[in-house]
């Protein structure tokens, strides 16, 4: 399987922003083309290291080794631009190192295709209005609360109207012993004036 290979180190080339990647035909290299994104990082990681480089320069590597410097000038500034282009091409190798393991490239251009594919609707901001902040927060959550207490009153209904069923069936009933008794009563009033 070919291995993914990165063109213009920490130094971009100008490529169309839209392309994710082209195969070479001539090589079994493939070459991955950078996003904006990446393209920002390598110009910052540029940037950084032109900037930690520039701080060591030629007055102070000269103040720390003044004997070297006293010996031979000339001899001392050549130690000092090869020590900063070997120092530049030590860093940005590293750099170039690490965005072949971590795999950087593939993951920054995977970020711009996310950012792009990404839906257009606008995330909620603060109005500067606190009673409309915390109303557009609340309301979804005051709505799941509400809809839970309209099921909970829907169950309480529906058992509430079957309870009354069973209380209307047992006052029948309730009613029809009542009667009966009552019957019972009379029938045993008839018949006890006979027995005393």
């Not at 070297?68 to 001392?76: G, Q």
């Not at 047992?170 to 018949?191: A, G």
């Amino acid at each position: 399987m070919a291995t993914p290979v990165c063109e213009n180190k920490l130094q971009p080339e100008k490529q169309s922003p839209t392309d994710d990647s082209t195969t070479s035909t001539n090589t079994s290299t493939v070459v991955l083309t950078e996003g904006r994104r990446l393209k920002f990082l390598r110009d910052a990681l540029g940037m950084t290291i032109a900037k930690c480089i520039s701080a060591g320069k030629f007055s102070l590597f000269a103040k720390n080794h003044p004997s070297l410097f006293a010996a031979n000038d000339e001899a001392f500034r050549g130690i000092h631009e090869q020590y900063t282009k070997k120092l530049d091409d030590m860093i940005k190798t590293e750099v170039e190192t690490m965005f072949d393991e971590e795999g950087i490239v593939k993951l920054m251009n995977e970020l711009d295709r996310l950012v792009a594919s990404a839906s257009s609707d606008e995330a909620w901001r603060p109005t500067g209005v606190p009673e409309r902040d915390v109303s557009a927060h609340l309301v979804p959550v005051k709505l799941k609360e509400k809809q839970k207490l309209e099921e909970l009153l829907r169950e309480a209904d529906a058992d509430n109207h079957r309870l009354q069923t069973v209380i209307r069936g047992r006052r029948k009933r309730l009613l029809r012993m009542h009667e009966s008794i009552k019957d019972d009563m009379q029938q045993l009033v008839e018949v006890t004036p006979v027995f005393c």
